[in-house]
């Protein structure tokens, strides 16, 4: 069974720090790329920031400078977040991708920066 797993959420101020966990197992395949994303209420879901296998980052232009994504081992990233701001308020995806196309997405976990 293959379970895709965030943690790490919850309420922090502005201007603040936080990181966040997501570890994958039951995946056979090797995974491509691993990405996060965000869906803040009454938008759509948007990528915030890619690490393949070969160790490339890609991010989301409004995080950039602020966000770090890392990988620790083949299934498991983190994303390091600072300098928070309101607007980074959103659900947290974590979405694995594999060599052989298959797309595993976590539960989310709730990120609430206050004012």
């Known amino acids: 069974q293959v379970q895709v797993v965030e943690s790490g959420g919850g309420l922090v101020q502005d201007g603040g720090s936080m990181r966040l966990s997501c570890a994958a197992s039951?995946?056979?395949?090797?995974?491509?790329?691993m990405t996060w994303y965000r869906q803040a209420p009454g938008k759509q879901r948007e990528p915030v920031a890619t690490?393949?296998?070969?160790?490339?980052t890609n991010y989301e232009d409004s995080v950039k400078g602020r966000f770090a994504i890392s990988r620790d081992g083949p299934k498991a990233v983190y994303l390091q977040m600072n300098s928070l701001k309101p607007e980074d308020t959103a659900v947290y995806y974590c979405?694995?991708?594999?060599?052989?196309?298959?797309?595993?997405w976590g539960q989310g976990t709730q990120v609430t920066v206050s004012s």
């Open positions: 039951g995946i056979i395949s090797s995974i491509s790329a």
């Open positions: 979405n694995m991708k594999t060599i052989v196309g298959g797309s595993y």
């Open positions: 690490i393949t296998s070969g160790g490339s």
